[in-house]
């Protein structure tokens, strides 16, 4: 929780510092969006105040107001794909001690890995859903989110579903 209240106040002085805040928007307030993720419970209680800070959180299940629900949604499916490709390894302990400590260094290798699918292009695409969703919103406009999409995996000739989103 302490760590949450740290880089809330992190994105805070990142954002005041920020060309783009100094150069547009001095004299407006921030406003830092929180989900509901419990590792958020109690965040407001432990941020310090700063008169030009807003904390907002979402409403409950409201991934179609928050683009870093579709990016890890990215991130996992990248992750899998990994795993499904390197199946025999989750049973193989190779040079660990453990099962537990080879499958956990596996999925840090996902990890490290999927991560580079997280592209500034996709994080935009993401805020520029949201930014529809939000004017949806405001005018009580029907939002979905989740679509079934076909998604065929070239490398084991299989159709997989998987839930995505069209944009």
């Known amino acids: 929780m302490e760590q949450n209240a740290a880089f809330i106040?992190?994105?805070y002085r990142a954002s005041k510092n920020s060309p783009a805040y100094q150069n547009y928007f001095v004299g407006k307030k921030i406003v830092i969006v929180l989900d509901n993720a419990l590792a958020h419970s109690q965040?407001?209680?432990?941020?310090?105040?700063?008169?030009?800070?807003?904390?907002?959180?979402?409403g409950p299940y409201s991934p179609m107001l928050n683009p870093i629900e579709s990016c890890?949604?990215?991130l996992?499916?990248?992750i899998k794909r990994f795993l499904a490709e390197r199946t025999n390894l989750l049973f193989d302990r190779r040079e660990f001690h453990s099962y537990l400590e080879s499958r956990?260094?596996?999925?840090?290798e996902a990890?490290?890995?999927?991560?580079?699918?997280?592209t500034q292009s996709l994080v935009i695409r993401e805020v520029m859903f949201c930014q529809r969703?939000?004017?949806?919103?405001?005018?009580?406009?029907?939002?979905?989110?989740?679509?079934?999409?076909?998604?065929?995996?070239?490398?084991?000739?299989?159709?997989?579903?998987?839930?995505a989103r069209f944009l």
């Open 9 to 11: 106040e992190e994105v």
């Open 43 to 58: 965040t407001e209680h432990r941020v310090a105040a700063h008169e030009d800070m807003t904390l907002l959180r979402l």
């Open 72 to 74: 890890f949604s990215v």
């Open 76 to 78: 996992k499916a990248h």
């Open 104 to 108: 956990m260094r596996l999925l840090e």
């Open 111 to 118: 990890a490290t890995e999927s991560l580079p699918c997280i």
């Open 133 to 163: 969703n939000v004017e949806k919103a405001l005018n009580l406009e029907n939002m979905s989110y989740g679509t079934l999409l076909r998604h065929i995996d070239w490398n084991k000739n299989q159709i997989e579903w998987n839930i």
